[in-house]
């Protein structure tokens, strides 16, 4: 592995980035023909975390009249999962915008960092489906969840 991936992941795995926790455990349904959890099933270990943090951070969601969905979502893998394993999955804000906000979560094996989601999520209202840009209130709650690492 080069030196600037190293050096990602120390930041990516770095737990004190990350403000709000879940946790998950891998179940016999996550895995694939080789045994090993599928990379559909980690993407829903992020989801779930996600959609955890949008119901802190906008009380309701998703049933709300504004609410966060994912405009965009990449994922790097790091190491195979296998049965059994209880994981834990870090969220934090790593930048807030007008109408959107970017999401960094880590999925955690014990000490080992496995994977790492960098998303968009953007604010719609749920009658238009257009963006609306964030309340002022909605800013001050989402600076609680900036990454720590800064």
């Known amino acids: 592995m080069n030196q ?3 050096k990602d992941d120390q930041h990516r795995f770095n737990k004190l980035r990350y403000r709000h926790w879940v946790e998950e455990n891998v179940r016999f349904s996550d895995l ?8 559909n099933a980690i993407g829903e270990y992020f989801e779930n975390a996600r959609a955890a943090l949008f119901s802190i951070i906008t009380p309701g969601w998703p ?4 609410i966060f969905v994912l405009a965009q979502s990449s994922i790097d893998f790091r190491h195979e999962l296998h049965l059994p394993a209880h994981l834990r999955i870090g969220s934090c804000i790593t ?3 007008r109408t959107s906000m970017k999401v ?4 955690f094996h014990e000490e080992n960092g496995l ?3 960098e998303n968009v999520s953007v604010l719609i209202r749920r ?3 257009k963006p609306v840009a964030l309340p002022e209130a909605l800013r001050e709650m989402l600076k609680n969840f900036m990454d720590n690492a800064y």
């Open 4 to 6: 600037e991936i190293l």
């Open 95 to 97: 930048e807030i915008g």
């Open 63 to 66: 049933w709300c009249d504004e």
């Open 115 to 117: 994977a790492y989601c």
């Open 127 to 129: 009658s238009t489906r």
């Open 104 to 107: 960094a979560n880590a999925l």
């Open 32 to 39: 694939d023909a080789l045994g090993h959890v599928n990379n």
